[in-house]
T-cell receptor, first 112, second 117 residues
């Protein structure tokens, strides 16, 4: 374990379902991030939260909805996803931002 | 557009040899540079970071940075089969705002390394 915990590890959902991904960190970090990793593509930054305030939304479709109730918890709410949204979703956290991120184990999402 | 470029590989080296992984980046405002290792089906794991021009050594790993050429590399000495993984280069670029969230870590596609026993 890296100190960043993601649940669930695997998720299969239909296009009409609603589900949520959860991320939790107990490292005392101030910023949390959602990344998407698809096959043969670089890691794509989706959302950034700094002290639980969203500071970045990289043109992510509205079917992805983040929530950050406090500096230790981050959620990604999913609804009416498409098959092309199938990917590994990674949560990360950092203390200063400048020193790199610590990643969780990821959620492998399959949309059917 | 901020880009980080890596050869996708695969890069194959025999056990015991030196593996050399290369990365270029486009944003001259980049301040810190990272190498992550990612095993198949796992999340990225930070193995090296470097801020200043020159070399930084940690065990069998050496990171090299040349800001003038916008180039960063990772050398793995005495390569082992357990080093077989995808290596991701990442560059930290300041963005708007302040605090930890004011930096964005931009990744390359990664180079797949295979160490042949």
């Amino acid at each position: 374990e890296t100190g960043v915990t993601q649940t669930p590890r695997h998720l299969v959902m239909g296009m009409t379902n609603k589900k949520s991904l959860k991320c939790e960190q107990h490292l005392g970090h101030n910023a949390m991030y959602w990344y998407k990793q698809s096959a043969k593509k670089p890691l794509e930054l989706m959302f950034v939260y700094n002290f639980k305030e969203q500071t970045e939304n990289n043109s992510v479709p509205s079917r992805f909805s983040p929530e950050c109730p406090n500096s230790s918890h981050l959620f990604l709410h999913l609804h009416t996803l498409q098959p092309e949204d199938s990917a590994l979703y990674l949560c990360a956290s950092s203390l200063s931002g400048r020193d790199g991120y610590t990643f969780g184990s990821g959620t492998r999402l399959t949309v059917v | 557009q901020k880009e980080v470029e890596q050869n996708s590989g695969p890069l194959s080296v025999p056990e015991g040899a030196i593996a050399s992984l290369n990365c270029t980046y486009s944003d001259r405002g980049s301040q810190s540079f990272f190498w992550y290792r990612q095993y198949s089906g796992k999340s990225p794991e930070l193995i090296m970071f470097i801020y200043s021009n020159g070399d930084k050594e940690d065990g069998r790993f050496t990171a090299q940075l040349n800001k003038a050429s916008q180039y960063v590399s990772l050398l793995i000495r005495d390569s082992q089969p357990s080093d077989s993984a995808t290596y991701l280069c990442a560059v930290n670029i300041p963005s708007q705002g302040s605090g930890a969230g004011s930096y964005q870590l931009t990744f390359g596609k990664g180079t797949k390394l295979s160490v042949i026993p």
